[in-house]
């Protein structure tokens, strides 16, 4: 057994480190490669992808799973061999079920999709890309058929992302949520509108990179195994346990981009670097899902980072950083600026409040494009409707519409927004189950001090990885499963209290 | 045959896909990893060599090899199949030569005798690595021996930098220019000492950055298929034809580090852009060995970037760039302290006219070691005495002694330093056929203007990559056959005139 057990995670640590190289080639793209090594670079992840995506299919892995399969049975399911063995099969029967000619020809149709995407929306040209949509919708439809039998079409692409989660389980969530948002954003926005110029002067871009990070330090990212770049759009990545990197972009005249992007981004990597490092080079050294990852990244950027007492504590900080741009700013227009609150539009510069009913309204238009309910032709039209009655207010173009977001055009229609609401969801409820365990948290933030709290996260979410689902991790740490109370309470409170409601 | 020929460029580029990733994951390593990832990126490195080449001595390869053989002899040796047939056996033979279980034990060896090396170096403490340096001896004549009959032991080694090169011939040109060079350095050191104060006053690091690197890019290194980054020691990496980068490292203190090893680096980078881009992704797209390759960097870096018509023209910016530092120092003094030669104990750290025979004296011990003439528990005696007879300076330690180098502590013993005196003598000969070909050349070095020596060099030398041997290379482009006289007139000139001998 011992031999057989070696023999595997040699074979899963030899595609683990296919995933990871693969990973940095990406980086290096998005950071610092010249324009000139595009096409070599295109061709390279085709080719470590090819060969990861073989290891895992190569029968012989298989063969060493159900080899060691009788010892993890006799180790239990919350042994390190079964959770192993469980979420590497899961893997590989997952890679197993897709046809290989499906990959390649989805790959393909992306790939056209994307770049006539990149053309249409500056253009404004919905038309140009609703065929190619309509395809991604048949093939998401195709893609689920794998994986069949299933409750919903939409099921096997939110498994993706969130191993575990149903439509119908989101679907009702959802439908609470937005039915209590809707009136909230509608309460906030009679109010007197937050002013948030104090925001908008001209921020020197090394004096924010350094404040930022310097933050996200604090809160408890490592830079020894860790480091911030600058690329297009914000993201996490990594290379191992060891080395778990985060990128950020700067506008000069925008203060909250970076920094809040910062904290978003350390909030993954904290995840990722909490991890169990025993877990390191098998399937297990990851986040156990989207929605989990994204409530790491919400709650240091929101809970934390836009919270009062966190503010009242690093404001004097962020005024030294800028003393002619703040230094006569009180802390709370600064507070009330960083939670201004508005009818957006366009989903990556909206609000706590406004944000999950922009992703909400998404995965709704997913459901009914996959339900054969939407033509991909028709959803310009449906999303202004719908715009206009959660948001209170209508796309001018599509731009501002339903060509704002890459997701849907470089990657399946369904399971791409979900995450972004389920994530806000978790992040209340770890946050309250932690303060509820250390009732002496809001006090350490607002003296800068943030140990507790992470320790909190690591012991209850991070360090178990892939070993455990989400809802597993949920409910222990929580004592509860997943609820909209935490968060709509949450905004209640927060933003009651800004806009005297 | 088309068929088969597109089933070999895949595997080709397959394999080459995975060569240029591990080195983008080395260049990572060196640049901006942080340290929590060394282990995690040695296994990663030690999986995609290992695939990469498992690639190289499959069966499948070799069959593809042979059915395409026949049309390649079709075409002829000099077509680009036939070349490309050539190569790539090259590969596939020497891959397949060398068992598995050498490579592995080799590899073992290599990491535990680089790892010794780091310790014994600063500690002054040889005897530590002795008994590895032996067994590195023993281990690449095994090596040697995989590739057996030759002519002479180290003949298979050098032949992994500078194919077709033999331990005869090299022996004869270096033994030629160790005659000619002990009395020059003689003669030079009797004479008045340059002064090279100028260059170790206080220069900020962004400006010596930014001044090598519009240099090097006036030399035609191209910024949109390449990059400089720092790291601990200067290298240049490429990841395709169309990436390929070049790093330095500053000193504040020291004008002529950074500067130089960026000349240097570009150098070698601008061999590397100007390979004909039909290569790609083939066996051919490389430098056809390391002293070509060496050769185009210390024709940028000595040639042109220590040559006084080069500074006639450039001298005025760098002041402009240094004004305070440079502003009172003429050009003269200047052209004197970059050209400085002294009885130097540190190759790293050596003028042009020493820097041979630091290499030379490395040379002659490698075969003796390998011979059996020399234990490596003598070396540190051998090697005081050889510096005293050729360079008049006698290490006052093993640090400035036999334990300087990495080279012997990180691979084999022979094959390791005689490129560098290849690439000297190389260099003068192909600078020497541009200026007869274009004897306008020094006069627009003078102007700055860099383009005929350029195109020279790219029609001349780059564009073959490795479609061409060294030796052809050189005949070709030179008319000649590789000798001491260029670069020993080009010393005697050179020198010469600034120490009036």
Redesign the interface.
């Known amino acids: 057994m011992t031999a057989d057990l070696d023999a595997l995670k040699t074979r899963l640590?030899?595609h683990n480190?296919?995933v990871?190289?693969?990973a940095?080639?990406r980086w290096?793209q998005a950071t610092?490669?010249?324009?000139?090594?595009?096409?070599?670079?295109g061709?390279?992840l085709a080719?470590?992808e090819r060969?990861a995506h073989d290891r895992l299919t190569d029968p012989g892995l298989a063969r060493l799973l159900d080899k060691v399969t009788p010892a993890a049975e006799r180790e239990g399911p919350d042994s390190f061999l079964g959770r192993l063995v469980k979420v590497a099969r899961t893997d590989v029967d997952r890679a197993a079920k897709v046809p290989a000619a499906f990959v390649s020809a989805f790959a393909n149709h992306r790939a056209e999709t994307y770049d006539a995407w990149t053309r249409a929306r500056p253009a404004n040209d919905f038309a140009a890309v609703a065929g190619l949509l309509a395809k991604t919708v048949e093939m998401s439809r195709e893609y689920a058929g794998f994986f069949a039998p299933y409750e919903h079409v939409a099921d096997p692409l939110i498994e993706l992302a969130d191993p575990g989660a149903l439509t119908s389980s989101l679907r009702a969530l959802f439908a609470e949520l937005r039915r209590e948002l809707v009136p909230l954003v509608d309460a906030i926005t009679r109010a007197a509108p937050a002013d948030d110029a104090c925001l908008h002067q001209a921020f020197p871009e090394a004096e924010q990179l350094a404040f930022g990070l310097q933050m996200a330090q604090q809160f408890g990212y490592?830079?020894?195994?860790?480091?911030q770049?600058k690329t297009h759009h914000p993201f996490m990545t990594k290379?191992?346990?060891?080395?778990v990197?985060i990128t950020t972009r700067v506008r000069t005249n925008d203060l909250a981009c970076a920094l809040f992007s910062t904290l978003h981004e350390a909030g993954h990597a904290m995840y990722e670097q909490g991890i169990d490092r025993a877990y390191?080079?098998t399937p297990l050294a990851e986040g156990t899902s989207y929605g989990l990852h994204e409530s790491q990244s919400r709650l240091w950027e929101n809970l934390v980072g836009r919270s009062l007492p966190f503010w009242k504590g690093a404001y004097p900080r962020l005024q030294a950083a800028f003393p002619a741009q703040l230094g006569g700013v009180p802390l709370d227009a600064f507070y009330r600026a960083i939670n201004r609150v508005e009818r957006s539009l366009v989903r990556t510069d909206s609000d706590e409040v406004t944000y999950s009913l922009h992703v909400i309204m998404r995965f709704d238009f997913e459901l009914e494009l996959l339900e054969g309910k939407l033509a991909a032709k028709d959803l310009p039209e449906a999303w202004r409707a719908r715009a206009q009655a959660d948001l209170g207010a209508t796309p001018p173009t599509d731009v501002d519409g339903c060509l704002q977001d890459v997701h849907w055009f470089d990657g399946f229609v369904g399971g791409a927004f979900h995450t972004y609401a389920l994530g806000n969801l978790m992040s209340a409820q770890f946050f309250d189950a932690a303060v509820a365990a250390h009732p002496e948290l809001p006090a350490e933030i607002e003296a800068g001090r943030f140990q507790t709290l992470r320790t909190w996260l690591v012991d209850n979410v991070h360090v178990h990885g892939r070993a455990r689902s989400a809802d597993e991790i949920v409910r222990a740490a929580t004592g509860q499963p997943l609820s909209t109370a935490p968060y709509l309470g949450y905004l209640r409170r927060k933003y009651g209290a800004l806009y005297g409601l």
């Open positions: 640590a030899e480190d296919l990871m190289a693969a940095l080639l290096d610092y490669m010249p324009e000139g090594g595009n096409a070599a670079r061709r390279q080719t470590l060969i490592d830079l020894a195994r860790g480091r770049d290379f191992s346990l060891g080395d990197r390191e080079a």
